[in-house]
């Protein structure tokens, strides 16, 4: 079965560095979303990116995050510089179509710790 | 957005059929129900969505009462690995592609 590819799957950061997550979405999936879970509560949307555009973005998704397609398999978030409260589960998805009843694949996640 | 609402914990026996209740009783005519699940902080899993017929696949059944005020998940025979956080979704109204979890329901399937 097809998955979503996220790595690292452990990251360690320094507060005020950049880190980039990569996820490998579903090949031919058009749409890409990344979601966070901070530890103990619920899965929040971030970001939704379709034809090298954002799509739609959550108030989370401020000016230190930026998403990107720099290639034709790789999907990517950046996080300028880090804040403690960054600390979370990334979850990266994608879908074939553009809208919810496509239904979505979720990746494993990268679990960002920032010190 | 159409709000709702699952209780917040409830067990089921290994082999047994475990339904999973959702009351979205603000829900508007063309919005549609989807289940996704999350196994320990694994990512969601994408299990079935419906708008007023019932819907099975392969992995569950989905009930939808004719009101649409609320409606039930059915894991026909639950196996351990079945143990998740099931989320009942009515997505953001006006937004296509966003999906806002609230705190779903955490089954535990006992040996």
């Known amino acids: 079965e097809p998955e979503v590819t996220q790595t690292p799957s452990h990251q360690v950061t320094q507060m005020g560095q950049e880190v980039i997550l990569r996820c490998v979405p579903i090949?031919?999936?058009?749409?890409f979303y990344w979601y966070r879970q901070i530890l103990g509560q619920k899965v929040e949307f971030l970001v939704s990116?379709?034809?090298?555009?954002?799509?739609?973005k959550s108030e989370i998704f401020d000016d230190q995050f930026s998403v990107e397609r720099p290639d034709g398999s790789n999907f990517t978030l950046k996080i300028r510089s880090t804040k403690l409260e960054d600390s979370a589960m990334y979850f990266c998805?994608?879908?074939?179509?553009?809208?919810?009843?496509?239904?979505?694949?979720f990746g494993s996640g990268t679990r960002l710790t920032v010190v | 957005d159409a709000k709702t609402t699952q209780p917040p914990s409830m067990d089921c026996a290994e082999g047994r059929a475990a339904n999973l209740p959702c009351n979205h009783s603000?829900?508007?005519?063309?919005?549609?129900v989807y289940w996704y699940r999350q196994i320990h902080s694994q990512g969601p899993q994408y299990i079935i969505h419906?708008?007023?017929n019932n819907e099975t696949n392969e992995m569950a059944s989905l009930i939808i009462t004719e009101d649409r005020k609320s409606s039930t998940l059915i894991l026909p025979h639950a196996t351990l690995r079945d143990t998740a956080v099931y989320y009942c979704?009515?997505?953001?109204?006006?937004?296509?592609?966003?999906?806002?979890f609230g705190s779903g329901t955490q089954l535990t399937v006992l040996p």
């Open positions: 998805a994608s879908s074939e179509e553009g809208h919810l009843r496509g239904g979505y694949t």
């Open positions: 090949s031919n999936h058009l749409y």
């Open positions: 990116f379709y034809n090298n555009e954002i799509s739609e």
């Open positions: 603000t829900i508007s005519g063309n919005e549609y």
């Open positions: 419906g708008l007023k």
């Open positions: 979704i009515v997505p953001t109204r006006g937004s296509a592609r966003q999906l806002t």
